[in-house]
């Protein structure tokens, strides 16, 4: 498994053990799809309306939108590293589909960093 699969995982574990970001999340029903160069297939983070999370390897049929970048892009970005906005403008990350969706992880990453 690579870095960044193994960041969505942990974004997921992180979502589900915090109540906060559990509260934050409630009544978000989106699908993120990540596909990562240097992982193995797609996979996905599913946001539940009751504000949980879960990930999924595999293929779903209706995302909300797709993440793509490289592996350890992605890791720099759920670690706070790199800053997801300044890399989507500077055309290392894409997004196809939903995009003003994605600013609610931005803030859920933040909460769960600090």
Do not use: P, R
């Amino acid at each position: 498994m690579g870095i960044g699969k193994e960041a969505v995982k942990m974004m997921v574990v992180g979502i589900n053990n915090n109540k906060e970001v559990q509260e934050m999340l409630k009544n978000w029903n989106k699908i993120a799809a990540y596909d990562l160069e240097g992982e193995e297939g797609i996979f996905h983070g599913i946001f539940n309306t009751d504000g949980t999370a879960e990930f999924k390897e595999g293929a779903i049929e209706k995302v909300s939108f797709t993440f793509k970048c490289s592996s350890k892009l992605w890791a720099e970005i759920s670690s706070g590293e790199k800053d997801g906005q300044k890399e989507f403008f500077a055309k290392n990350l894409k997004i196809e589909g939903d995009v003003m969706s994605t600013m609610k992880l931005t803030l859920i990453g933040k909460k769960l960093l600090e």
